[in-house]
């Protein structure tokens, strides 16, 4: 079972450097898992993983409920967001048109950097029509959540995400020895402290990073998602390039769609509903300085893999 994608995840130890790896392969009869440096009890730091197995799960949620629409307008619910073009598919899909740099980011406290990040400039005619991947996205996402049901959105993701599926092994919380560490600041070594900067400011109300987890969380999730990635969460946005509801859409080998997801911290996801195959790739590549390009080539290379071996 993706024989060669599995034996190419061992280059990310030999060639990228990488100091510690949890891997798993799934079908819709087997499961083949694989540590380096990790134990099934540890924790990995999730990144932006946490838009696509937290914020995006409830949100379908929302929807399914009737709290909102994919084309309700964002302003309806965040009256401090200037445009009224953009709607909640735009968010998800990252097509909000949101763009600018906030001075001093990192050095706000959270009051005002989410008041600067609701105040960033649309541009109007990307509105729908351009991707532009960004947190912000996200960060919005998440806020309409909490307006709709009064709690920050990390609460909410554990209550009604996390609890209501018994994903037990996916938290916000971590105990701190059982996390691989992702950095090390003057001799802080991040161990369950978020790595995001965002993240680690803005803490309960991130809806776009915060979450850790064990591979066995995380293969849990994503055997959810094989599940529900189907429809028109699956379908190209015309007009927009290979994305849809949370996820980049890559074609395989023989033209079918496959989900993927990336997280900075060397985590990646890649979900192909149509053949019920995935594959769960958690690392700490950002450990200790935070640089590691060679790990970026080689993901490249083990996702083209995997969207070779999926057409067989």
Known sequence: MLIQTQAELKRLITQAGVTTLASAVISATDLVTDYYQAQPESYFDLASLTKVLGTM???????????????????????????????IKDLANHTSGIEGYIPNRDQ???KDLKRAILQL???????????????????WLGWVLETLYQA?????????VLTEQHW?????????????????RQGQVYRGIVHDPKGRVLGAEAGSAGLFGTLAGVVGAVQW???HLSGSLMTQLPGVGLRSAGWKLMPAADGHLVATHTGFTG??????????????????????????????????????????????
Request: hydrophobic share 45%; charged share 15%; with cysteine.
């Open 225 to 227: 998602w094989l599940k």
């Open 267 to 312: 985590t990646w996801l890649m979900l192909d509903p149509t053949r019920q195959q995935a594959l769960v790739v958690l690392t700490n590549r950002v450990y200790p300085s935070g640089q590691n390009d060679e790990f970026l080539d080689l993901r490249d290379q083990i996702m083209a893999t995997f969207l070779n071996e999926v057409a067989k």
């Open 57 to 87: 799960p409830l949100l379908l949620q929302a929807i399914e409920a009737g709290h909102l629409t994919w084309s309700t307008p964002v302003q309806t619910i965040l009256p401090q967001v200037a445009s009224s073009q953009v709607t």
């Open 168 to 184: 037990h092994e996916l938290t916000f919380a971590p105990e701190p020895a059982l996390c691989i560490p992702t950095a090390d």
């Open 121 to 139: 400039p649309i541009i109007a005619e990307n509105v729908g029509k351009v991707v532009h991947y960004s947190d912000s996205n996200y960060l």
């Open 152 to 160: 920050t959105i990390q609460t909410l993701i554990m209550q009604r």
């Open 108 to 110: 706000l406290p959270a």
